[in-house]
């Protein structure tokens, strides 16, 4: 397969959405230390803590969300391409409608503004939940169809109808790119997304599953979503995940990156009922948010396996970080904002 190279001149300036969160961060880090002009839309003035301010001092910020019409025009104004990674993740159903919404109508609101405003180029962060799950020993790739499912989390469901709105938009002659990454690891909040679970294992949470799942590291993906913005690629999908692994060696290697106690009760499909039960009873009382939920139990509980090699076919200079290797840098980057340093 033979990708064309663009040069970053042709889409010099580029706009963000959800710049503030754990991948959007990551995006404009890489972006900006190859030169691009950015510009991010984020609600609040909260930045984060963990991309460096020499980094976040050269972005130019819009102020609003991608449900305000009138801030995603201002962001747009003058910008050659757009990358959209605003998204909600949740498991609790106090917050799905507000999901929905986001993940739906926010993602209809990006590519109509892109289309009236002639954008060039657009980039859309789906996720490989959006290609669906029909249940144990998976081995999913871009072909995969979406079929109706108990294995759908809602927030698969919000992220499978967003990215019709894409798929609308490009037979539209909207010229965008869709990747579908995996469970994303890397140093970010570790009170949001995927973050969670090296939080999770620093306070030596008790369970784990032997279901499968697919991991990759954050700049990796920050790294292909820059080259897939410079090729000539349009109207395809591409699934971003570096490594196929067991939650339970994933909960195992982060422990002990952290020097913690491994999960050592096993959550198969009856105490997995029980487990998130329990936790959401303790966040009750806690006034916290459950570190397990119904949804989430159920993904633990499948195997499914993720296929990169359609963009390792595209991109065969490409090289994902090592699970291991990523495991450990982020421990470590825990570990010195937690000391302060």
């Known amino acids: 397969m033979t990708v064309q190279n663009i040069s970053p ?24 230390g190859k030169g691009y002009k950015v510009r991010a839309i984020r609600r609040t003035n909260k930045i984060p803590f963990f991309i460096p301010v020499s980094f976040l001092d050269k972005i130019d910020w819009i102020q609003g969300d991608i449900l305000d019409i009138n801030s995603l025009e201002e ?14 993740v949740s498991f609790l159903p106090k917050e799905r409608k507000e999901m929905y919404k986001i993940n739906i109508e926010g993602t209809a609101n990006v590519v109509n503004m892109a289309m009236e405003k002639r954008i060039g180029r657009l980039i859309h962060v789906s996720s490989v939940a959006a290609l669906g799950r029909s249940g144990n020993n998976d081995n999913v790739n871009e072909g995969k169809q979406w079929e109706e499912s108990k294995f759908h989390t809602h927030y698969a469901v919000s992220k499978y109808r967003g990215e019709m709105e894409v798929w609308r938009a490009i037979a ?17 909040d570790w009170n949001n997304t995927s973050c969670a679970i090296f939080k999770s294992m620093y306070n030596e949470f008790p369970w ?25 690629i349009a109207a395809e999908r591409f699934l971003i995940s570096g490594e196929n ?3 339970r060696k994933l909960f195992d290697n982060i422990a002990d990156g952290f020097s913690k106690k491994r999960p050592s009760r096993e959550a198969n499909a009856f ?11 303790k966040s009750f009382f806690k006034g916290s948010e459950p570190v397990l939920t119904k949804e989430s139990a159920k993904i633990a509980q499948s195997k499914t396996y993720f296929d990169n090699h359609k963009i390792r076919e595209y991109f ?23 000391n302060g340093r």
């Open 9 to 32: 001149g042709n889409h010099n300036k580029v706009f963000i959405t959800g710049g503030t969160g754990f991948l959007g961060a990551y995006i404009i880090k890489e972006l900006i």
């Open 75 to 88: 962001g747009m104004d003058g910008v050659d391409a757009v990358i959209h990674a605003a998204a909600k």
């Open 172 to 188: 539209e002659g909207l010229n965008a790119v869709i990747i579908n990454p995996s469970t994303v690891l890397g140093f970010g």
């Open 208 to 232: 784990y599953t032997n279901g499968v799942n697919g991991f990759v590291d954050v700049t990796d993906i920050a790294k292909l979503v820059t080259l897939l913005l410079e090729s000539d």
């Open 245 to 247: 692994w067991s939650f």
């Open 271 to 281: 105490l997995g009922g029980i487990a998130w039960r329990l936790e959401k009873i």
């Open 316 to 338: 065969p200079d490409f090289r994902f970080t090592p699970l291991e290797q990523s495991i450990q840098q982020s421990c470590k980057a825990y570990l010195q904002h937690l």
